[in-house]
């Protein structure tokens, strides 16, 4: 038995809010006019009548979207959804929708054409001007969905929960977040740095690292470990982007090489550049879940779920009572409404599958 049964009013919640009407996602909502909420850039964003289509032109919006049972609403999305396997199965039609964003710009026309009741998008979104003028110039509510750390993370669900009137949905999440995170940190507490395994993230590719101050950054944090980045001055920054070399991997010579992409995995196990590195030569290359997103990206909406996997998987002999299969079976079931079965539990920890490889790219 799982520690899920500490949390049966959270779970007893969700069950009412999807099961009630027979259907795993609830009627579009019905908000009063006059309406607004607070996007996560401080604007005031009026809430429309209905959200019945909703465009979601940055890729964690789809899956806070389906978290919160909004799945049938989902009317557009960004190319990088319609990889996401988990994508295809709870918006099955998701390969034919409209992307009205790529390559760095939102093409209004086929925005216009989608006639979404919301839009959702981040900040990097709005920098062009002109942009932001055709934005505004089509009449619809679009609200900026932006988070940097963990606290920031919970709050941007929130903002996602009041848009679409989804707030005990959201609560539920949230709530599941800070127990996770509160029994994590209670059972690390007492760890001394000694024995805190010192970490490389390798974040999609084999070069590129955590920045210290973002999300994928604390979840390492979170789960006990001590990151080999230890400032922005270790790295080389590409935007929101922070790479490495070979050689200073070397320099640092991680006890754990945790990474969200197989291929990265295979990359470090094999190719002769990495065979040197003490990680590589005691099988400590370690491929991270990747389910609805790649987990401890800085982009997941798995962050509680990775922070216990990685910390359960680090210091096993103080997670001795979480069953790791368990808590992921329950969590999909919970939040996303997907029934698993062992197999697709093995296909999620091993991450192959899990996000099909950019067209054009080798990863």
């Known amino acids: 038995m799982t520690r899920w049964l500490r949390m049966t009013a959270a779970m007893l919640l969700l069950v009412i809010l999807f099961t009630a009407c027979g259907a795993p996602a609830a009627p579009a909502v019905e908000s009063v006019t006059g309406e607004t909420f607070t996007d996560c850039a401080g604007r005031e964003v009026p809430i429309p009548d209905s959200t019945e289509r909703i465009a979601c032109l940055y890729a964690y919006t789809g899956h806070v979207a389906v978290l919160l049972g909004c799945e049938e609403q989902i009317a557009a ?29 939102i093409n ?33 509510p679009y609200a900026v969905v932006e988070y940097m750390t963990m606290a920031d993370q919970m709050e941007s669900i929130a903002v996602m929960g009041e848009a679409l ?15 996770t995170m509160d029994m994590v940190r209670q059972r690390l507490e007492d760890l001394p740095d000694s024995e805190r395994k010192t970490v490389y993230h390798s ?37 929101d982007k922070g790479y490495v070399t070979v050689e200073q991997i070397y320099v640092w010579d991680p006890d754990i090489i945790l990474a969200n992409e197989p291929a990265a995995v295979e990359y470090f196990r094999t190719d002769d550049k990495f065979s040197g590195l003490r990680a590589v030569r005691e099988g400590q290359v370690l491929q991270l879940p990747v389910g609805i997103s790649r987990w401890a990206h800085p982009g997941s909406l798995e962050s509680p779920l990775a922070t216990l996997y990685i910390a359960a998987t680090l210091y096993p ?47």
């Not at 070069?207 to 001590?226: K, M």
């Open 317 to 363: 002999d103080r997670f001795s009572d979480v069953d790791l299969r368990e808590e992921i079976r329950e969590f999909y079931e919970t939040f996303f409404r997907i029934s698993l079965s062992e197999s697709d539990i093995d296909t999620i920890l091993s991450g192959e599958g899990m996000r099909a490889p950019r067209e054009g790219a080798d990863q």
């Open 203 to 239: 974040v999609n590719e084999v070069v590129r690292a955590d920045i210290p101050g973002t999300l994928s950054y604390e979840v390492l944090e979170a789960a006990g470990c001590r990151n080999v980045v230890t400032n922005a001055e270790d790295l080389q920054l590409d935007g």
């Open 108 to 140: 209004i026309e086929e925005l216009a054409a989608v006639a979404p009741d919301m839009i959702f998008l981040r900040a990097s979104n709005l920098q062009d001007a002109g942009e932001m003028e055709k934005l505004d110039g089509l009449g619809i």
């Open 77 to 105: 999305v960004v190319d990088g959804l319609k990889r996401d396997a988990l994508m295809q199965q709870k918006v099955p039609d998701i390969d034919e929708m409209p992307s009205p964003y790529s390559s760095g710009a």
């Open 165 to 179: 009137g989804r707030e005990e949905q959201a609560e539920a999440y949230l709530q599941y977040y800070q127990d």
